[in-house]
């Protein structure tokens, strides 16, 4: 495919709560549920952020490292659960404060934690088209949780944004194909109205995440005539710490091809920006020339998988913006309360 990756930012907000003390509250063994879900801690928006504020932020880092004016943008896709308004779009309002102009296709997409992999798939394919010159993708959620809900434990907020053009000397990666599978397995949804999440506990597993996930890895592997031990790295969508261990090592994977991307442990799952903010943990450290493997997952539901090779540009333009370490070592712990507070639950 003659589409690449320009450049990318993340933005993971400071405010941090910790699986132990959200367990205590609730008279939980807070060592057996860290244990269970590999998930430390998690990040929370401020008072003063939500899901159009975390994009802004990620997608003013991607237009930095990419070094690209925002007037040469054509389409903007925003992916998330969390849309600050009903009607009324995201897209609009960030594309707004980046300064991209008034000539450019804007959309909001949803479709649970894969709503942004699927803006990638349409914009790589208006690219690959000659209908867009450059696309700005991003995936950003502050997913919410019931309270006392296993959810409540990993449901987390932050965002990734992507730049997406043709490939040039400008271009930090490849895409070489990718791949889609899907069904009608309703493991997770949210009714119109309804403020919380509603989930089918242990069917988000076997016949949820893993079949699709599966599915669509399987297909690009049959698609490309690859297997994991010719990719450097792998990336999965991670709603908890264990599925995308599983998951990998399912499909041959090592550990050491998935390491670098389990931000999960350390900052829980937002959503639609969890494979992203994975995706973008293995580019702050990849070399030239390496096959990176992705695949996302959406309730409802879906995977989208990737194959991206970077490079030679990967090295001359790093070091421009924070890194995904960057933001998971800056942080700051509030209570539980102040958590609750927070999220507008008290």
């Given at each position: 495919?003659?589409?690449?990756?320009?450049?990318?930012?993340?933005?993971?907000?400071?405010?941090?709560?910790?699986?132990?003390?959200?367990?205590?509250?609730?008279?939980?063994?807070?060592?057996?549920?860290?244990?269970?879900?590999?998930?430390?801690?998690?990040?929370?928006?401020?008072?003063?952020?939500?899901?159009?504020?975390?994009?802004?932020?990620?997608?003013?880092?991607?237009?930095?490292?990419?070094?690209?004016?925002p007037s040469r943008v054509d389409v903007c896709f925003v992916g998330s659960e969390s849309h600050p308004y009903a009607v009324n779009p995201t897209s609009t309002i960030v594309?707004?404060?980046?300064?991209?102009?008034?000539?450019?296709?804007?959309?909001?997409?949803?479709?649970?934690?894969?709503?942004?992999?699927?803006?990638?798939?349409?914009?790589?394919?208006?690219?690959?088209?000659?209908?867009?010159?450059?696309?700005?993708?991003?995936?950003?959620?502050?997913?919410?949780?019931?309270?006392?809900?296993?959810?409540?434990?990993?449901?987390?907020?932050?965002?990734?944004?992507?730049?997406?053009?043709?490939?040039?000397?400008?271009?930090?990666?490849?895409?070489?194909?990718?791949?889609?599978?899907s069904s009608d397995t309703p493991d997770f949804w949210r009714r119109d109205g309804v403020k919380f999440p509603t989930h089918g506990g242990r069917f988000t597993g076997t016949p949820s995440y893993y079949a699709h996930v599966e599915g669509a890895a399987r297909q690009l592997f049959s698609k490309t005539k690859t297997d994991a031990s010719d990719f450097d790295y792998c990336v999965f969508h991670m709603p908890n710490g264990k599925f995308p261990r599983d998951v990998a090592r399912r499909l041959g994977f090592s550990e050491k091809q998935l390491a670098p991307s389990l931000t999960v442990d350390f900052i829980g799952n937002p959503y639609s920006a969890s494979s992203l903010i994975g995706l973008s943990a293995v580019l702050d450290i990849a070399k030239p020339k390496q096959k990176i493997f992705m695949a996302s997952y959406?309730?409802?539901?879906?995977?989208?998988?990737?194959?991206?090779?970077?490079?030679?540009?990967?090295?001359?333009?790093?070091?421009?913006?924070?890194?995904?370490?960057?933001?998971?070592?800056?942080?700051?712990?509030?209570?539980?309360?102040?958590?609750?507070?927070?999220g507008g639950k008290i």
């Open positions: 495919m003659n589409v690449g990756i320009l450049g990318y930012g993340v933005y993971i907000p400071l405010y941090r709560v910790k699986t132990a003390d959200t367990a205590s509250v609730w008279g939980k063994n807070p060592r057996e549920l860290v244990s269970s879900l590999s998930v430390g801690e998690k990040s929370v928006a401020g008072y003063d952020e939500d899901a159009v504020t975390l994009a802004y932020e990620a997608s003013k880092y991607a237009f930095e490292y990419a070094n690209i004016n594309a707004e404060f980046l300064g991209i102009g008034k000539n450019y296709l804007a959309s909001d997409l949803e479709f649970a934690c894969k709503a942004a992999t699927t803006g990638l798939i349409a914009i790589s394919a208006l690219v690959e088209s000659k209908k867009a010159e450059v696309g700005l993708c991003i995936g950003t959620d502050t997913a919410q949780a019931k309270p006392h809900d296993i959810l409540e434990y990993t449901a987390a907020s932050a965002a990734s944004s992507y730049l997406i053009g043709r490939n040039s000397p400008e271009a930090i990666a490849t895409l070489l194909d990718w791949t889609s599978y959406g309730s409802g539901a879906g995977s989208d998988a990737f194959v991206f090779e970077t490079t030679s540009a990967i090295t001359k333009k790093r070091g421009k913006v924070p890194h995904v370490s960057d933001f998971m070592k800056k942080k700051r712990y509030i209570s539980y309360v102040e958590y609750l507070r927070m």
